[in-house]
């Protein structure tokens, strides 16, 4: 058990029985009242913003989470199988974690996940992904006075908008956030 005083922004606490992760934390002394910590915590499993007041003498629990990179091997129903780069040893990854940016994952690619004493609680793809154009629309010659674009098919199977000038064969740069274009890569 730690104080209020020693949480920081970015710690994972337990708080009512539950993962969250700390986003903001201020100290606030307001004129003739007690001194509090206002912390904004998001849950790890649920996303859910949660706002708390912690008096300063105020007990709580600090998780230790230990991140690493690891490679994604294949999927195997609801879990994606990755291999700890270091010690070749194999986890089994919920696909929840990932959220909406999983369809931009490719086999061989290295992922960030954090585990809290044995289970994994954050999964993260890199911010971008080079990847190949497996289907797109051939572009309309004189379409080009605005900033058009059209739909392609990425090889992970995603539909992303990409600039009429790329073609089937390119590859190009996605943010995993948005899922937007980046660049085309040379």
Known sequence: MAK????????????NGELVSVEEYIHRTPGNLRAFYQARM??????????YRF?????VTICRVE?????YLYEDGDYLVVM???TYEQYNIPKLLFGSSIKFLKE????????ESDEPIVAQLPNSVELEITYSEPAVKGD????????????T???????????????VKIDTKTGEYIERVK
């Open 55 to 59: 008096r300063t003498d105020e007990e």
């Open 144 to 155: 080009t006075s605005t900033n058009a674009q059209k739909y392609a098919t990425v090889e």
């Open 84 to 86: 700890d780069n270091n």
């Open 42 to 51: 998001r849950n790890v499993k649920t996303g859910k913003i949660v706002e």
């Open 108 to 115: 061989g690619m290295n992922v960030t996940i954090a585990f």
């Open 4 to 15: 209020a005083s020693e949480v920081k922004s970015g710690n994972v606490l337990r708080f």
């Open 67 to 71: 991140t690493n990179d690891y490679q």
């Open 157 to 171: 199977g995603a539909e992303i908008r990409v600039p009429l000038f790329i073609n089937q064969g390119d590859k």
